[in-house]
C-alpha cells in the first residue's frame, strides 16, 4: 500500500500535511488495522523517518520489520568508539577473491581496502547507503556510526565498513557473505 502524503499542495487520493503520529496511526490503526505487514519501508527527512519508526514500534511493530535508507548523515563523530592502537591482519573476501594486507587500527575498514585497489563495494562512504556492508567471520570491528544496520545484524557480525576499525590483530571481512 502507497499512500502519497503532501504537504503543500491538495491532491486527489492524497492525504494532506506532514507525515507525523496521527498519519502513521491513520494508516496503521484505522486503514490496516488487522493486516499483518512484513515490513515497513521509510523513505524521507531523518526527523520524519524517526517520527514514523518511534510511532511503529509504540504500536508494537518489531524494530527488525522498520527498514529505512538515510541520504545523508546527521552527525559524523570523528572519534573512536574504542582504543584503536596498533596494527591488524586483514583478510577480505571481495567476489570470491581473498586479498590480504596490514592496516593501522585507527584507519577505517573500507579506506584501507580501497587504499589496496581492492574493488570492494561502496557508495556515499558516510554511513547511510549501506553498500558496503560486510560481514566479519574473524576478529571484531566497532563501527564510529551506523544507521543501517539492526542490532541483530551487528549480532550476526555485519559491519559498515565506510564506518568501522578493527578492534583485534587480526580480521577476516567478507563482502560476499551479505
Not at 6 to 21: C, H, M, P, V, Y
Not at 72 to 84: F, G, N, R, S, V
Not at 102 to 117: G, Q, Y
Not at 141 to 154: G, H, P, R, W
Request: proline share 3%.
Amino acid at each position: 500500500f502507497v499512500y502519497f502524503t503532501n504537504s503543500q499542495t491538495r491532491e486527489d487520493k492524497a492525504l494532506f500535511g506532514r507525515i507525523d503520529t496521527s498519519t502513521v496511526n491513520y494508516a496503521l490503526l484505522n486503514k490496516h488495522k488487522n493486516v499483518d505487514f512484513d515490513g515497513y519501508y521509510l523513505c524521507g527527512p531523518e526527523e520524519m523517518i524517526r517520527l514514523v519508526q518511534d510511532t511503529l514500534i509504540e504500536n508494537e511493530v518489531d524494530k527488525d520489520k522498520i527498514h529505512f535508507e538515510l541520504f545523508t548523515p546527521t552527525e559524523i563523530k570523528e572519534e573512536l568508539p574504542i582504543q584503536a592502537d596498533g596494527q591488524t591482519a586483514v583478510t577480505v573476501l571481495v567476489d570470491d577473491e581473498e586479498f590480504q594486507f596490514t592496516m593501522d587500527k585507527k584507519n577505517i575498514i573500507l579506506d584501507a581496502v580501497l587504499k589496496e585497489n581492492i574493488d570492494a563495494p561502496y557508495s556515499c562512504q558516510g554511513g547511510v547507503c549501506s553498500s558496503c556492508i560486510a560481514k566479519v567471520t574473524e576478529g571484531s570491528a566497532e563501527m564510529v556510526m551506523n544507521q543501517i544496520l539492526t542490532d541483530k545484524e551487528i549480532a550476526e557480525g555485519f559491519i559498515l565498513t565506510c564506518q568501522a576499525h578493527a578492534t583485534t590483530p587480526t580480521i577476516k571481512v567478507d563482502f560476499d557473505d551479505v
